[in-house]
């Protein structure tokens, strides 16, 4: 009898102890969801580098920021941080020490995380993340930006004690996953909000105005993110749900194609969100009103398509766009759906800032290979061999062409500071950096 009351009673003991663990193991593996939803992996990993050690450099106004060590290493990592250490430096942006992070860390959108997705993260990167012995890199912040001090201010008057997320009383439920998304992990704010003098987003939500998700106002590392908001001519206002879905998914669609730092986002985050997230990003995103709801939507013109297939180029720009760019993107500026992105009517091309179809022509860019979509697909550079007025006068052509109505022309100065900024940027380090060839 007391062999079998020991035997009971050891097995209840193991039970538990089991299903400790499976809860554990349920909780690690949820974090890992979040940190993919929140594509954490993208800013404080390096091409080549360790997950999550940090390192990766951050063009911002005020200098080069480097991503921090997040890996639960006790010496250079979070390893020695609590729970309330974790929360307070993702949700408030203080770090264990008492320092006040760069808001290049966008804790104002972790803030509205909920009690229940935070833990699940903490216990992600303490016990789902191989601890990295990485020093983190010092940010080069010329003085005084470089005080830490000041930003502790600034936070204190620009990063208000936003709470954890609550839905709107009657909110679908599907609207409301999306929200919760959009607003928190995702930060989509961070990037296609635009930001005040004092580098805080202009809003934080819809419910702060349609400066929300408007489009930046000033390019990121050398890209413009463009505006999630119901706007018809450089806005998702001719997007349907299915095709933002899509996009979202797969980085492409019959619209466009995705670039710059958008890239990171679609091939270490999005790809893997289950497709009932996907679909609530999407469907709450179609909520957004236009930030301008008297902009003239784009309406198809063939003028430049029938010029150039009876073989008149001679609108500034068009002989070299037929030389480079009429193969893949054709005659008609309609590319090839999923593979080369269409030009006519494309939001980035209508967009006032002209950046990012700089950066692109200068740079090229590869549309990578995903789940359901495994082939990289790449547009060279034409840096190399195109002087900054044929790149202007390309620009200008296909912003003009096609029903494309852009409303401000690029000059060969846009160019050139363009491909400086890129120019310097992969020269970082360089000690001798202006004994290098000019530019041409």
């Known amino acids: 009898m007391k062999k079998s009351v020991m035997a009971l009673l050891l097995s209840t003991v193991a039970f538990t102890a089991l299903a400790e663990d499976n809860s554990g193991a349920e909780q690690i593996k949820r974090g890992e969801y979040l940190a993919r939803a929140g594509d954490c992996i993208a800013c404080h990993t390096t091409t080549g580098g360790k997950p999550f050690a940090g390192g990766l450099s951050m063009d911002t106004p005020i200098g080069t920021i480097y991503t921090t060590n997040i890996t639960p290493d006790k010496k250079t990592g979070i390893g020695d941080y609590s729970y309330d250490d974790f929360q307070q430096a993702v949700r408030h942006g203080v770090a264990k020490n008492g320092d006040t992070l760069y808001p290049a860390m966008p804790y104002p959108s972790y803030a509205v995380v909920n009690d229940e997705d935070m833990k699940a993260l903490y216990a992600y ?12 890199r010092k940010n080069d912040i010329p003085w005084p930006l470089s005080m830490r001090w000041p930003l502790a201010v600034w936070r204190g008057i620009f990063a208000p004690d936003v709470k954890a997320f609550q839905p709107a009383p009657q909110q679908d439920a599907v609207v409301a996953r999306g929200q919760y998304l959009v607003e928190g992990l995702g930060h989509c704010g961070a990037c296609h909000t635009p930001r005040s003098i004092t580098m805080q987003e202009k809003a934080l939500n819809n419910g702060e105005g349609t400066d929300f998700l408007a489009g930046s106002n000033a390019p990121i590392d050398g890209w413009t993110a463009t505006s999630l908001r ?117 939001s980035v091309v209508l967009a006032d800032d002209a950046t990012s179809l700089i950066h692109i022509v200068l740079t090229g860019s590869t549309l990578p290979g995903l789940k359901g979509a495994p082939s990289d697909i790449v547009m060279p550079g034409f840096g190399w061999r195109l002087n900054d007025q044929q790149v202007a006068d390309v620009v200008n052509f296909i912003r003009t062409s096609w029903g494309n109505t852009a409303k401000t022309s690029v000059t060969a100065k846009d160019v050139a500071e363009v491909r400086k900024l890129e120019y310097v940027k992969e020269n970082q380090g360089n000690k001798n950096l202006e004994k290098l060839p000019q530019l041409h």
């Not at 990167?125 to 020093?135: A, I, K, T």
């Not at 466009?256 to 995103?285: K, P, W």
């Open 125 to 136: 990167f303490m016990h789902g993340v191989q601890p990295v012995e990485q020093d983190n």
């Open 230 to 346: 119901g706007d018809n001519r450089d806005g998702l206002g001719r997007w349907s749900e299915s095709d933002l879905a899509q996009f979202l998914r797969y980085g492409r669609n019959d619209h466009t194609a995705v670039f710059g730092g958008m890239t990171n986002v679609v091939e270490h985050s999005l790809q893997y969100l289950t497709d009932e997230d996907i679909t609530a990003i999407a469907r709450y995103l179609k909520t957004l009103g236009a930030k301008d709801p008297n902009q003239v939507a784009f309406s198809k013109d063939d003028t430049v398509a029938r010029a150039l297939w009876n073989g008149d180029d001679s609108k500034p720009g068009a002989s070299v766009y037929i030389d480079n760019c009429n193969a893949c993107h054709r005659s008609d500026g309609i590319g090839y759906k999923r593979v080369f992105p269409a030009l006519q009517g494309n």
